[in-house]
């Protein structure tokens, strides 16, 4: 365990600063900004990694935690279209993988980039 009680944690993947919420619209998956976090996009999405075993983070865990990331990983580079990305979408407390459009745009994106998307006329 690292000092203090704290543990270092690694991520592969998003910076995780933003957070997604998840739309189905005309057959495609869309995930888009939002302070829900209800869909987890990435490059491939990925769990966390410890740098260090604990008790509530074990060997079992921690290979486990890797060969999901692995076949998270094989998935991703097998996406049916270029356009595509896999995400997990949290529905009823459980994750689902899915593969999801990106450009969506949403209330919760910075107002220029709504305008822009809506083609509003600027003052």
């Known amino acids: 365990m690292a000092g203090s009680g ?3 944690l690694q991520q592969n993947g998003t910076s995780g600063k933003s957070k997604y919420a998840w739309r189905y619209i005309g057959g495609k998956m869309n995930c888009y900004k939002s302070p829900k976090g209800t869909c987890v ?4 999405p ?3 990694e410890a740098e260090e075993l604990t008790e509530f983070h074990d060997v079992t865990l921690a290979q486990a935690t890797r060969e999901i990331n692995a076949v998270l990983k094989r998935l991703a580079a097998q996406k049916p279209d270029a356009t595509n990305n896999l995400s997990l979408i949290l529905f009823q ?3 689902f993988l899915v ?5 969506t745009i949403g209330p919760d994106d910075k107002d220029e980039d709504v ?3 809506l083609r509003l006329k600027r003052k």
Do not use: F, Y
């Open 6 to 8: 704290e543990i270092k």
């Open 41 to 44: 996009i990435g490059k491939p």
């Open 46 to 48: 990925s769990l966390w």
């Open 93 to 95: 407390n459980r994750h």
């Open 99 to 103: 593969w999801t459009t990106p450009g």
């Open 115 to 117: 305008a822009r998307a």
